[in-house]
Each structure stands twice: as C-alpha cells, then as structure tokens.
T-cell receptor
Framework: GNSVTQMEGPVTLSEEAFLTINCTYT??????LFWYVQYPGEGLQLLLK?????DKGSNKGFEATYRKETTSFHLEKGSVQVSDSAVYFC?????????FGAGTTVTVRA | EAGVAQSPRYKIIEKRQSVAFWCNPI?????LYWYQQILGQGPKLLIQ????????DSQLPKDRFSAERLKGVDSTLKIQPAKLEDSAVYLC???????????????FGPGTRLTVL
C-alpha cells in the first residue's frame, strides 16, 4: 500500500536558518508528490508538488526534488522567516487518493 | 474565487449524541472529499464523491458515519452516535480533476474541530 514517513517534530529554528524536513514514501507505480502547509487557524494549502522523477517543485522559497532512487521528497528552505511557522505535511497521490504523513510542526523564532 | 467553505468551525458534543458537518466546495469542482485529522496525525480519507456518486468509502465507519452529496454540490457528513475517539478535525476538500488522475490537486476548507466529551 501507499505510505508516507516524514521527520518528526517539533522543529524550532531562528530566523534566517536553513530548514530541511525529510520525507520518504512507499508506493506502487509512479505517484505524484506534494507538500502541504497548515498555518495556525487555517486550512491545508498546497505548497508545492512534483509529478515525476527528478522534477523539482518550488514555491515561496521552498524546494523539493522527487528522488525515485531514494523514494524521497525532502523539503528545504535556505532562510526561514517567522511567517513560515506552520505544520508541514508530505503527501503522495496514487490513483485518486492522497496519503499524508503525520506532519512536522515548525516554529521560527525572531 | 471563493474557497471551500465548512461549518460549523467548532462543535462540542457528548458521546452518543449526533452531529452533522456541512461543506460547500469550490464552484464547478466535481470531486469532493471528507478527511478525518486526529491530533498529531495526517488527514485520513473518509469518503470521496464524484458529482453525487460515491467513488470510495472504504475507510468510512459505516455503522456510525454517513455522508451525502445529493445535488452534486454541497455535502454533509453525519456521525450518529458519536464516540470519544471521533474527536478530530473534519476536513472537506474539492478537486476539479476527475477520479483516476495522477495530478490530484485538492483544495481544503478550514475544517470543523469536533470535541466529544
């Protein structure tokens, strides 16, 4: 079956620090991969996505590369801001279903 | 463009009571999903509709949960009777892409936080 494993949190960083959240997956076939973000008090929002191997998704300074050989889709940002404080979810889509990881809470301090 | 709307935002009930949640998807989106998100976990799909038909309800606890989307637009999710373990956030999402597509971008509502005492 499909499953997503992501780095446990919480993660606390200072502003301008480098952020990495690890995500690995198990799936049959060729899934699409996503990162969703949930800001405090808001719904889930799509942050970025990649639909095939070696694709790089990027948005708001965040990047993730679809690595089929390591079944990974790690999220990175070079310089975080306080406004990046949120819960980040890695997810995959195979057939019509989205399977989510457990989420990683990130807190950025000024 | 208006997003996915859900109500109520919060609900507190006692166990064995019933509760209903409402969702209005983005206009024109054929596919609608209900997810359950327990604290500390990722969302888990409960049921998926395409227009007014059920595509997948394999994870829906049918002895107590029911959902409908009568006119292919709004949807309601009901729990009757509620148990303590039903305490969670219930998320509604919609997608314009038909079931079977790989690029399954879903748009989520703000969720309803249910507390069962």
């Amino acid at each position: 079956g499909n499953s997503v494993t992501q780095m446990e949190g919480p993660v606390t960083l200072s502003e301008e620090a480098f952020l990495t959240i690890n995500c690995t997956y198990t799936a049959t076939g060729y899934p699409s991969l996503f990162w969703y973000v949930q800001y405090p008090g808001e719904g889930l929002q799509l942050l970025l996505k990649a639909t095939k191997a070696d694709d790089k998704g990027s948005n708001k300074g965040f990047e993730a590369t679809y690595r089929k050989e390591t079944t990974s889709f790690h999220l990175e940002k070079g310089s975080v801001q306080v406004s990046d404080s949120a819960v980040y979810f890695c997810a995959l889509s195979n057939d019509y279903k989205l399977s989510f990881g457990a989420g990683t809470t990130v807190t950025v301090r000024a | 463009e208006a997003g996915v709307a859900q109500s109520p935002r919060y609900k507190i009930i006692e166990k064995r009571q019933s509760v209903a949640f409402w969702c209005n998807p983005i206009s024109g989106h054929a596919t609608l999903y209900w997810y359950q998100q327990i604290l500390g976990q990722g969302p888990k799909l409960l049921i998926q509709f395409q227009n007014n038909g059920v595509v997948d309800d394999s994870q829906l606890p049918k002895d107590r949960f029911s959902a409908e989307r009568l006119k292919g637009v709004d949807s309601t999710l009901k729990i009757q009777p509620a148990k303590l373990e039903d305490s969670a956030v219930y998320l509604c999402a919609s997608s314009s892409r038909l079931a079977g597509g790989q690029d399954n971008e879903q748009f989520f509502g703000p969720g309803t936080r249910l507390t069962v005492l």
